[in-house]
């Protein structure tokens, strides 16, 4: 079983090559936010007690999400694996992740770590704010208090995965296509 958790500062085009790794190798996909989205939707237990949490400006616990994520892959035993974007966001979540993949026998093969300079996360981020709408990729100052954000809470993720030595450095810069195919040889190699 394949799965990778695909890591990189906002900008840095994580959702545009978790769609294309997906289809190159059938793998679910497990966002946080789609799951959490789905559950609360679907008014599961999970998904109200995470409501619950967010109803009251409060990041969902660790718990939950760690739950959620135990559900999914139980209702995809079959599957060739999986891609996980936006978990685990800190060493502490990638602990309790590991835990559930080892319960369940299928480790993490790899971190796919895309790197790209601050200054085109700025432009891109820019860019597809012209037609997200979302108002968190208008403005320099919020851009770059979310990329110092990434590198101060989320960065340590990689010496975790360092450590084990599943932390594959991705160039990011690039046209799509090759970004895809560094991807690609990486993966190939795990």
Known sequence: MLNLVLFGPPGAGKGTQADFLIEKYQLIHLSTGDLLRSQIAAETALGLEAKSYMDKGFLVPDSI???????KLQENKDANGFIFDGFPRTVEQAIALDKLLDENETPVSGMLCLEVEKQELIDRLLSRGKTSGRPDDQDVSII????QEYNKKTMPL???????NKCHKIHGMGSIDEIAQRLIDTVSVL
Not at 65 to 71: A, D, L, P, R
Not at 144 to 147: C, D, G, H, L, T
């Open 65 to 71: 999400v760690i739950e959620m994520i135990k559900s």
């Open 144 to 147: 770059e208090n979310r990329i």
């Open 158 to 164: 990689k010496d975790y995965y360092m450590a084990q």
